[in-house]
């Protein structure tokens, strides 16, 4: 389903998806219906999030993920003995 429009207006969408029980935590109906308002929040706010349009302080998804590099980790940082 294509995401379009404003945060708030793909918030609204998926609040009346979450109201007529077809919001579905997993993707294409994969997952269990959503019985929680504030898990149908998160998911409206992570679509609009992932779809480029910021919300709620965070910062839109550009695609990448940082990623710990061992190679500059400190050695002196292991585990504590």
Known sequence: MP?????KEI????MHRY??????????KYGHIVKNPKQ???IAMNM???HGRAYGG?????????????????????RRR
Request: proline letters at 9%; glycine letters at 14%.
């Open 58 to 78: 965070q910062a839109p998804f550009t695609g990448e993920h940082r990623r710990h590099d061992a190679s500059s980790a400190d050695p002196g940082l292991g």
């Open 40 to 42: 149908a929040v998160a």
């Open 3 to 7: 995401v379009e429009g404003t945060p």
């Open 48 to 50: 609009a999030r992932r």
């Open 19 to 28: 109201k007529h029980g077809q919001l579905h935590s997993g993707p294409d």
């Open 11 to 14: 918030i609204a969408e998926e």
